[in-house]
């Protein structure tokens, strides 16, 4: 029988950093939601843990271990997982770190538009994970290449918290979906990717448009239009804005009527 160091393999994950893994990968756990659903639908079984925002598949049942940025690092080590896939932007270094220093395999993604989104999930699947290719994947880059161009570019502000207000900025993967169905966010350029801009601010870039997703903050018909008067305002599933995974094949559909409403296809 071939020893599990005969076995071992090494991967280097989407930051460059190489991964080595013991033989094949059978427990993995997960301290991203859109990750998480990417693997349980592609592999069910695959997954034994996830974090308390893991919400998708809602049949999902694994062991829980706390959030993205305060991951239970005894409770990850002691389900002895092959693998555990974090992302740059929602997991703490020091956190991944410790895990590494436990001997723990991590695999960490980085995705900042739609089209490093397909490919970081196809090589997370395929190498890290050793599965096929899923069919979700392709039906999710078939859904996005049929979207129109849009008529014309709406000047928005697209708020992500209050108190204090923060909006996207530069580098995002949901302002790049926002790009592709012709929403010119007015902070695109700022120097931060999140930045905290006071509300008068944000009134005063004359946006014609205010996005207002239901994640991270929720935004509702209630809390968030109120402060942008005389703006139209278009409120969106948070989950098809800002997570990757299956979620982006029906991703395009579903935002572009929840904009559509708002401001129709005008000229």
Not at 28 to 44: F, G
Not at 116 to 128: G, I, K, N, W, Y
Not at 246 to 255: I, K, Q
Request: one cysteine or more; hydrophobic letters at 45%; aromatic letters at 6%.
């Amino acid at each position: 029988m071939m020893s599990q160091a005969a076995r071992a393999r090494t991967v280097v994950d989407d930051q460059g950093t190489t991964v080595t893994l013991l033989g094949e990968v059978s427990r993995v756990v997960s301290l991203v939601p859109s990750l998480t659903e990417a693997i349980a639908v592609t592999a069910p079984g695959l997954l034994v843990g996830a974090t308390d925002w893991c919400t998708h598949p809602a049949e999902l049942d694994v062991t829980r271990i706390r959030g993205t940025k305060n991951p239970d690092v005894a409770r990850i080590v002691a389900l002895r997982p092959d693998l555990v896939v974090a992302n740059e932007e929602e997991n703490r270094v020091v956190d991944l770190q410790a895990l590494r220093d436990a001997g723990v395999a991590v695999w960490v993604t980085e995705v900042r538009t739609l089209d490093q989104a397909f490919h970081s999930l196809d090589r997370l699947l395929t190498v890290a994970c050793g599965l096929p290719r899923p069919g979700w994947l392709d039906e999710a880059r078939q859904a996005w290449a049929a979207v129109p161009p849009a008529a014309r570019p709406r000047r928005a502000v697209v708020p992500i918290w209050r108190r204090p207000w923060m909006v996207l900025g530069r580098d995002t993967f949901a302002g790049d979906l926002l790009r592709r169905l012709g929403v010119h966010q007015l902070y695109a350029d700022h120097a931060e990717r999140y930045p905290a801009v006071p509300l008068d601010q944000l009134r005063a870039s004359s946006p014609e448009l205010v996005v207002l997703p239901d994640e991270p903050y929720r935004f509702t018909a209630d809390d968030g239009p109120e402060a942008f008067p005389g703006v139209p305002a278009a409120l969106v599933s948070g989950r098809h804005l800002t997570w990757y995974g299956p979620s982006l094949r029906e991703a395009a559909t579903a935002l572009v009527a929840e904009l559509s409403a708002v401001v129709g296809d005008e000229e």
